[in-house]
């Protein structure tokens, strides 16, 4: 074990084995080719838009062998990492010699309930360094986990282009005793077959059905989610086996701690955990609310919840936890929502709606399928409104274009919302890693969240960060995090509603 003056670093070096790629032409004329088709954008969103995708490119890797072996591709089995300083990496197999691979970072202290996520450098030579900030005296284990090799991510990203359709939607559309079903997308390949737009015109937001042979486009009653169909080629479905090269751990070639004696470190990160309770770095102090802290801070306010099931869990906790907020019966599906309660005697009104597709869901009727930018179109807003939305894992199998422009249009409501009323709170809670698969994936997770801190940075809104919070818990990564995780976040948002006084 290394005794560490707190610098602010902590630095690993990461070898993989590789295979010496064969490159060969494609003769596939889909190659490069999207039948996803966007409206045109504003010059500054367009300026925008390209600073983004530049901002989250991923390394190229070199075109997959045909066959596909396992063992060429990044193996966590042979990988090592090094704390610096120190003996350098044992090299086993051959070492890489291009990037990629989705790393994940943690420092940590599970008997002191303690955590911070590291922040993952890519050398785009088969080597990685991760820096972590040293917030706590004592004992600290470094853990680096492989998420995803980079040729698994050469794969998702053909997909997401190529195939964006691989989870099917369709629409029932009814006339009196008529009834007819179509496939529905955000994209729809094109066919002889006609097109319904049912784009939305407030926000411009895409969706599309075939239309129905004998009903007009007018005649749509409801969308649910219809299959997933993988799309892999041959053998590509080795890229994705969890604890083979799929959330796999990394072991270390030599001690995995390090000791923090004093002078701790605190920058870097947006907070940590300590005694299992998350500590935000700069800006507003984490408060810990207990029930009837919760009722005084909300007391007279009308928090408005919008997103996917992820911000539904907001809404649950509240509700699970006031004795005195009680659910209103909407007669509403039980994980779509709408769902409203109220604690008549402390005059709080709580809210969740789900947002507008795309929503892998059962069916859906189309009178509840709202978009969040019109949702916030609608609000007076003021002192007393708390606006919290998060929207990224229903976008997993698209083009990254199809989510920024999602929250284009999101910004541009947060934005004329703040400008009429600037006492509104707007609360935003970002992605987070989770359990994966095929479509389940964290390299999806974190180009979402990096956008999403881009393109809502500068404004007057406060953030979740559901990103750090999830990684660096010691608990497993899932699309919901469990309660202990989802308590620190409630305390964060309440500490951004009711911040301490002098604080």
Excluded at 22 to 37: G, K, M, N, Q, Y
Excluded at 335 to 360: C, E, S, T, W
């Amino acid at each position: 074990m290394f005794n560490f003056s707190p610098f602010h670093c902590i630095v690993f070096k990461c070898v993989q084995c590789v295979y010496i790629f064969a490159l060969f032409i494609s003769t596939d004329p889909d190659v490069h080719r999207s039948f996803c088709t966007f409206q045109p954008l504003s010059p500054k969103d367009a300026v925008e838009e390209r600073l983004l995708l530049d901002s989250i490119a991923w390394p190229e890797t070199p075109l997959l062998p045909a066959p596909l072996i396992l063992e060429q591709t990044s193996d966590p089995a042979h990988s090592t990492f090094t704390i610096l300083p120190g003996r350098g990496g044992r090299t086993v197999g051959r070492p890489k010699k291009s990037g990629g691979d989705l790393l994940l970072a943690r420092l940590h202290n599970q008997k002191l309930g303690a955590g911070v996520a590291g922040e993952v450098v890519d050398h785009l030579n088969g080597s990685y360094s991760a820096v972590f900030s040293l917030l706590w005296e004592g004992d600290a284990q470094v853990e680096v986990t492989l998420a995803h090799p980079s040729e698994a991510i050469t794969v998702l990203k053909r997909l997401n282009s190529q195939e964006p359709d691989r989870i099917g939607f369709k629409s029932l559309f009814r006339s009196g005793s008529i009834s007819e079903t179509t496939i529905c997308n955000v994209c729809l390949r094109p066919t002889q077959q006609p097109q319904c737009n049912h784009t939305d015109l407030r926000t411009g937001e895409p969706w599309f059905c075939y239309k129905p042979k004998n009903l007009s486009c007018d005649a749509r009653i409801n969308q649910a989610m219809t299959h997933y169909k993988g799309n892999l080629r041959t053998n590509e479905e080795k890229l994705f086996q969890s604890g083979v090269n799929m959330k796999v751990y990394i072991r270390a070639s030599g001690p995995a701690s390090v000791t923090v004696e004093s002078n701790i470190v605190k920058v870097g990160p947006s907070g940590y955990y300590y005694q299992g309770v998350w500590q935000a770095l700069g800006g507003t102090t984490v408060r810990q609310f207990n029930v009837s802290a919760i009722s005084q801070c909300l007391k007279g306010k009308v928090v408005h919840m919008h997103g996917d099931s992820t911000i539904r869990q907001f809404f649950e906790f509240l509700n699970a936890r006031l004795p005195d907020l009680k659910e209103f019966d909407l007669h509403s599906q039980s994980q779509i929502g709408p769902f409203m309660a109220l604690d008549y005697a402390n005059n709080i009104l709580v809210k969740f709606r789900f947002h507008g597709p795309p929503i892998q869901s059962v069916h859906v009727s189309n009178s509840k399928l709202r978009y969040i930018a019109n949702e916030i179109d609608g609000l007076i807003g003021g002192t007393d409104t708390v606006v919290v939305f998060g929207i990224w894992a229903h976008f997993r199998t698209y083009p990254v274009q199809i989510y920024i422009r999602r929250l284009q249009s999101i910004r541009r409501a947060v934005v004329q919302l703040l400008d009429r009323a600037p006492g509104t709170l707007v609360v935003i809670r970002t992605g987070n890693p989770r359990d994966l698969s095929l479509i389940n994936s964290d390299w999806h997770s974190l180009q979402c969240y990096k956008v999403l801190r881009t393109m809502f940075k500068g404004l007057n809104v406060h953030l979740i960060n559901a990103w750090e919070m999830v990684l660096a818990h010691h608990l497993p990564h899932n699309v919901h995090p469990p309660p202990p995780i989802i308590k620190n976040m409630i305390n964060v948002l309440l500490s951004y509603t009711c911040p301490q006084k002098g604080g």
